[in-house]
Protein backbone atom coordinates (compact mmCIF):
# COMPACT_ATOMS: atom_id res chain seq x y z
CA UNK A 1 0.00 0.00 0.00
CA UNK A 2 1.12 3.65 -0.28
CA UNK A 3 1.66 5.26 2.45
CA UNK A 4 4.34 8.36 3.78
CA UNK A 5 6.52 8.34 6.93
CA UNK A 6 8.01 10.92 8.95
CA UNK A 7 10.00 9.24 11.68
CA UNK A 8 10.75 12.08 13.64
CA UNK A 9 7.82 13.42 15.90
CA UNK A 10 9.88 16.16 17.68
CA UNK A 11 13.04 17.85 16.84
CA UNK A 12 15.07 20.44 18.72
CA UNK A 13 17.61 22.15 17.36
CA UNK A 14 20.10 25.31 18.58
CA UNK A 15 19.14 28.73 16.62
CA UNK A 16 21.92 29.13 13.46
CA UNK A 17 22.51 25.47 13.52
CA UNK A 18 21.26 23.63 10.46
CA UNK A 19 18.31 21.23 10.11
CA UNK A 20 17.41 18.18 8.22
CA UNK A 21 13.57 16.60 7.83
CA UNK A 22 12.90 13.27 6.79
CA UNK A 23 10.42 11.91 4.93
CA UNK A 24 10.13 8.16 3.62
CA UNK A 25 7.77 6.87 0.54
CA UNK A 26 6.19 3.33 0.01
CA UNK A 27 4.88 3.92 -3.81
CA UNK A 28 6.10 1.68 -7.26
CA UNK A 29 6.91 5.06 -9.24
CA UNK A 30 8.19 8.06 -8.62
CA UNK A 31 5.15 10.30 -6.81
CA UNK A 32 4.83 14.05 -6.38
CA UNK A 33 6.41 15.46 -3.20
CA UNK A 34 5.91 18.23 -1.27
CA UNK A 35 7.00 19.66 1.81
CA UNK A 36 4.12 21.98 3.97
CA UNK A 37 4.76 24.12 7.25
CA UNK A 38 2.04 24.70 9.57
CA UNK A 39 2.36 27.33 12.26
CA UNK A 40 0.03 27.50 15.37
CA UNK A 41 -3.19 28.83 14.48
CA UNK A 42 -2.10 28.98 10.92
CA UNK A 43 -3.14 27.18 7.50
CA UNK A 44 -0.53 25.05 6.05
CA UNK A 45 1.60 27.03 3.60
CA UNK A 46 3.74 25.37 0.76
CA UNK A 47 7.42 25.17 1.12
CA UNK A 48 8.79 23.31 -1.81
CA UNK A 49 7.61 20.56 -3.94
CA UNK A 50 9.25 18.05 -6.65
CA UNK A 51 7.93 16.27 -9.75
CA UNK A 52 10.65 15.69 -12.21
CA UNK A 53 14.10 16.70 -13.45
CA UNK A 54 16.24 18.43 -11.39
CA UNK A 55 16.26 16.17 -7.17
CA UNK A 56 17.38 19.08 -5.65
CA UNK A 57 14.68 21.32 -5.15
CA UNK A 58 14.90 25.14 -3.57
CA UNK A 59 11.98 26.92 -1.89
CA UNK A 60 10.67 29.42 0.45
CA UNK A 61 12.55 30.54 3.44
CA UNK A 62 15.65 29.27 2.26
CA UNK A 63 14.60 25.83 2.40
CA UNK A 64 15.71 23.09 0.19
CA UNK A 65 14.87 19.19 -0.38
CA UNK A 66 16.40 16.36 -1.86
CA UNK A 67 14.66 13.22 -3.50
CA UNK A 68 16.72 10.44 -3.71
CA UNK A 69 14.45 7.84 -5.39
CA UNK A 70 17.73 4.55 -4.07
CA UNK A 71 15.44 5.28 -0.68
CA UNK A 72 12.63 6.69 -1.30
CA UNK A 73 13.22 9.64 0.12
CA UNK A 74 12.17 13.16 0.10
CA UNK A 75 14.28 14.85 3.06
CA UNK A 76 13.95 18.52 4.24
CA UNK A 77 16.99 20.62 5.06
CA UNK A 78 18.14 24.35 5.87
CA UNK A 79 21.74 25.32 6.46
CA UNK A 80 20.95 27.72 9.50
CA UNK A 81 17.54 27.97 10.91
CA UNK A 82 15.94 31.04 12.37
CA UNK A 83 13.74 30.96 15.41
CA UNK A 84 11.24 31.57 13.29
CA UNK A 85 10.99 28.22 11.87
CA UNK A 86 9.60 26.56 15.10
CA UNK A 87 6.68 25.01 13.48
CA UNK A 88 5.03 21.78 12.23
CA UNK A 89 6.37 20.26 9.06
CA UNK A 90 4.28 17.99 6.77
CA UNK A 91 5.72 15.89 3.70
CA UNK A 92 2.60 14.82 1.14
CA UNK A 93 2.61 12.82 -1.74
CA UNK A 94 0.39 12.46 -4.26
CA UNK A 95 0.41 8.84 -6.31
CA UNK A 96 -0.17 8.81 -10.19
CA UNK A 97 -2.92 6.66 -11.05
CA UNK A 98 -5.11 6.77 -7.72
CA UNK A 99 -7.84 9.28 -6.96
CA UNK A 100 -6.10 12.69 -7.22
CA UNK A 101 -5.04 12.93 -3.73
CA UNK A 102 -2.22 14.36 -1.75
CA UNK A 103 -1.34 12.11 1.19
CA UNK A 104 0.44 13.79 4.35
CA UNK A 105 2.60 12.30 6.76
CA UNK A 106 1.86 12.54 10.52
CA UNK A 107 3.97 15.48 10.91
CA UNK A 108 7.80 16.24 12.70
CA UNK A 109 7.40 19.71 15.16
CA UNK A 110 10.21 21.73 15.32
CA UNK A 111 11.83 23.34 18.36
CA UNK A 112 13.97 26.06 17.89
CA UNK A 113 16.24 26.83 21.04
CA UNK A 114 17.79 30.51 21.46
CA UNK B 1 -4.95 38.53 -2.22
CA UNK B 2 -7.11 37.49 0.61
CA UNK B 3 -6.55 34.12 0.95
CA UNK B 4 -8.65 31.40 2.33
CA UNK B 5 -11.28 32.45 4.79
CA UNK B 6 -12.84 29.93 7.20
CA UNK B 7 -15.42 30.50 10.07
CA UNK B 8 -16.23 30.10 12.72
CA UNK B 9 -12.33 29.23 13.97
CA UNK B 10 -13.72 27.32 17.28
CA UNK B 11 -16.32 25.48 18.19
CA UNK B 12 -17.19 23.26 20.77
CA UNK B 13 -20.57 21.70 20.88
CA UNK B 14 -21.61 18.40 22.70
CA UNK B 15 -22.32 14.58 20.92
CA UNK B 16 -25.34 14.18 18.92
CA UNK B 17 -25.55 17.53 17.80
CA UNK B 18 -24.89 18.93 14.70
CA UNK B 19 -22.52 21.32 13.46
CA UNK B 20 -21.34 23.50 9.92
CA UNK B 21 -18.23 24.97 9.04
CA UNK B 22 -18.10 27.95 6.08
CA UNK B 23 -15.14 28.40 3.94
CA UNK B 24 -14.85 31.01 0.65
CA UNK B 25 -11.95 30.01 -1.44
CA UNK B 26 -9.52 32.70 -3.01
CA UNK B 27 -11.13 34.33 -5.76
CA UNK B 28 -10.95 32.25 -8.98
CA UNK B 29 -10.04 29.29 -7.62
CA UNK B 30 -11.81 26.58 -9.65
CA UNK B 31 -11.00 23.69 -7.10
CA UNK B 32 -11.86 23.53 -3.07
CA UNK B 33 -10.80 20.88 -0.54
CA UNK B 34 -12.08 20.21 2.92
CA UNK B 35 -9.40 17.99 5.38
CA UNK B 36 -9.77 17.24 8.66
CA UNK B 37 -6.55 16.77 11.16
CA UNK B 38 -7.11 15.13 14.06
CA UNK B 39 -4.37 15.77 16.67
CA UNK B 40 -0.62 14.69 15.98
CA UNK B 41 -1.67 13.25 12.58
CA UNK B 42 -1.37 15.15 9.11
CA UNK B 43 -4.46 16.02 7.23
CA UNK B 44 -6.39 13.96 5.64
CA UNK B 45 -8.88 14.76 2.77
CA UNK B 46 -12.77 14.15 3.20
CA UNK B 47 -13.67 15.95 -0.15
CA UNK B 48 -12.56 18.02 -3.11
CA UNK B 49 -14.91 19.79 -5.42
CA UNK B 50 -14.35 21.00 -9.02
CA UNK B 51 -16.25 24.21 -9.61
CA UNK B 52 -19.70 22.55 -7.58
CA UNK B 53 -19.18 19.26 -8.60
CA UNK B 54 -17.36 16.45 -6.19
CA UNK B 55 -14.47 15.08 -7.30
CA UNK B 56 -13.74 12.93 -4.72
CA UNK B 57 -15.39 11.93 -1.46
CA UNK B 58 -14.26 8.64 -1.21
CA UNK B 59 -13.20 9.35 3.02
CA UNK B 60 -15.96 11.60 3.80
CA UNK B 61 -18.18 9.15 6.39
CA UNK B 62 -21.13 10.24 4.63
CA UNK B 63 -23.49 8.88 7.28
CA UNK B 64 -22.75 11.69 9.11
CA UNK B 65 -20.52 14.05 7.34
CA UNK B 66 -21.95 16.50 3.86
CA UNK B 67 -20.79 19.34 2.06
CA UNK B 68 -22.19 21.07 -0.48
CA UNK B 69 -20.36 24.10 -2.89
CA UNK B 70 -23.49 25.83 -4.72
CA UNK B 71 -22.58 28.31 -7.24
CA UNK B 72 -18.81 26.69 -7.36
CA UNK B 73 -17.69 29.36 -5.13
CA UNK B 74 -18.08 29.03 -1.13
CA UNK B 75 -18.69 25.84 0.54
CA UNK B 76 -20.42 24.58 3.70
CA UNK B 77 -19.05 21.15 5.70
CA UNK B 78 -21.59 19.43 7.89
CA UNK B 79 -21.51 16.75 10.58
CA UNK B 80 -24.77 15.68 12.05
CA UNK B 81 -24.40 14.03 14.46
CA UNK B 82 -21.03 14.84 15.80
CA UNK B 83 -19.35 11.75 17.96
CA UNK B 84 -16.66 12.22 19.72
CA UNK B 85 -13.90 11.58 17.37
CA UNK B 86 -14.95 14.15 14.92
CA UNK B 87 -12.88 16.24 17.49
CA UNK B 88 -10.07 17.76 15.10
CA UNK B 89 -9.32 21.07 12.91
CA UNK B 90 -11.22 20.76 9.97
CA UNK B 91 -8.78 22.41 6.97
CA UNK B 92 -10.57 24.08 4.14
CA UNK B 93 -7.67 24.52 0.56
CA UNK B 94 -8.51 25.89 -2.55
CA UNK B 95 -6.03 25.55 -5.75
CA UNK B 96 -6.76 27.20 -9.49
CA UNK B 97 -6.89 23.81 -10.81
CA UNK B 98 -7.39 20.12 -9.65
CA UNK B 99 -3.81 18.91 -10.79
CA UNK B 100 -0.96 18.39 -8.27
CA UNK B 101 1.40 20.42 -9.70
CA UNK B 102 -0.83 23.16 -8.59
CA UNK B 103 -0.36 24.86 -4.94
CA UNK B 104 -2.84 24.35 -2.33
CA UNK B 105 -3.26 27.60 -0.50
CA UNK B 106 -4.82 26.66 2.75
CA UNK B 107 -7.18 28.49 5.42
CA UNK B 108 -6.26 28.71 9.26
CA UNK B 109 -8.97 26.04 10.02
CA UNK B 110 -12.14 25.16 12.18
CA UNK B 111 -10.71 23.36 15.53
CA UNK B 112 -13.72 21.60 16.43
CA UNK B 113 -14.21 19.89 20.43
CA UNK B 114 -16.90 17.87 20.62
CA UNK B 115 -17.91 16.91 24.48
Known amino acids: AQSVTQPDIHITVSEGASLELRCNYS??????LFWYVQSPGQGLQLLLK??????LVQGIKGFEAEFKRSQSSFNLRKPSVHWSDAAEYFCAVGFSGSARQLTFGSGTQLTVLP | EAGVAQSPRYKIIEKRQSVAFWCNPISGHATLYWYQQILGQGPKLLIQFQNNGVVDDSQLPKDRFSAERLKGVDSTLKIQPAKLEDSAVYLC?????????????FGPGTRLLVL
Open chain 1, 50 to 55: YFSGDT
Open chain 1, 27 to 32: YGATPY
Open chain 2, 93 to 105: ASSIGGNYEETQY
